[in-house]
Each structure stands twice: as C-alpha cells, then as structure tokens.
C-alpha cells in the first residue's frame, strides 16, 4: 500500500514557474516509476512526466519537454515537478502517480497503481 499527497499547485501567471511535491508513504520498497499526470476540465487525464524511483532514467510529454524537470529524492519519500515558462494551457489537476516495480516504465493511466489526490494548477494569461 502507498499514499501520495501533492502539494506546491497554486494562481501564477503565464510565463511564472510552480513547483510540485509529491510525499509518498507506505510500501516505497514496491515502487518502479513514479510521476505527473493532469486533467484538464472536460479532458482527459494525460501523462506528463516520470521517472525510474532506481535509475532515474525520465521521460515527457511533447508538450512539457523542455518546460518541465522531474526529479526525486528517495531519502525524503518526495517527487517534484518543476514547472518553468508556465502556459495558459497547462491548467489543470497535477496527480501524482506511482507505478509497481515490475512494469519497466510508466506512460499512461493503464501504468499507475496508486494515485495522490491531485493538485490544482492555474495559469493566468
């Protein structure tokens, strides 16, 4: 069992940066990938970023390449989004997600066997 709890969404303007965090407790020996998804209003929700919790090998949405820095500390339990150059269209509920040890990478919904409670990220233009 594991719990994710999100924090760090708020109100920015477009071109600000945020940064995520993301406590994960319980079961962390059992973890392969963690990372972001989002879900805008009337969208569904959509990969974002992840990273091996071992290897720390990453991976990105197009549309966040470049924006966006994944990374985790393994000592605190915590995974972070850094988010620069925000858009409006990066408005959205942030969950948290992790992924078992024995999937190799986590790409989509169909890869996450928990979820935090989301966050909700708002950028203004």
């Known amino acids: 069992q594991v719990q994710l709890r999100e924090s760090g969404g708020g109100l920015v303007q477009a071109g600000d940066s945020l940064r995520l965090s993301c406590a994960v407790s319980g079961d962390t020996f059992s973890i392969g990938d963690m990372g972001w998804f989002r879900q805008a209003p009337g969208k569904d929700r959509e990969f974002v970023a992840s990273?091996?919790?071992?290897?720390?090998?990453?991976y990105y949405a197009d549309s966040v390449k470049g924006r966006f820095t994944i990374s985790r500390d393994n000592a605190k339990n915590t995974l972070y989004l850094q988010m620069n150059t925000l858009k409006p269209e990066d408005t959205a509920v942030y969950f948290c997600?992790?992924?078992?040890?024995?999937?190799?990478?986590?790409?989509?919904?169909?890869?996450?066997?928990?979820w935090g409670q989301g966050t909700q990220v708002t950028v203004s233009s």
């Open positions: 997600a992790t992924g078992p040890y024995y999937k190799s990478g986590m790409y989509a919904t169909r890869d996450v066997n928990y």
């Open positions: 990273i091996s919790w071992i290897s720390s090998n990453s």
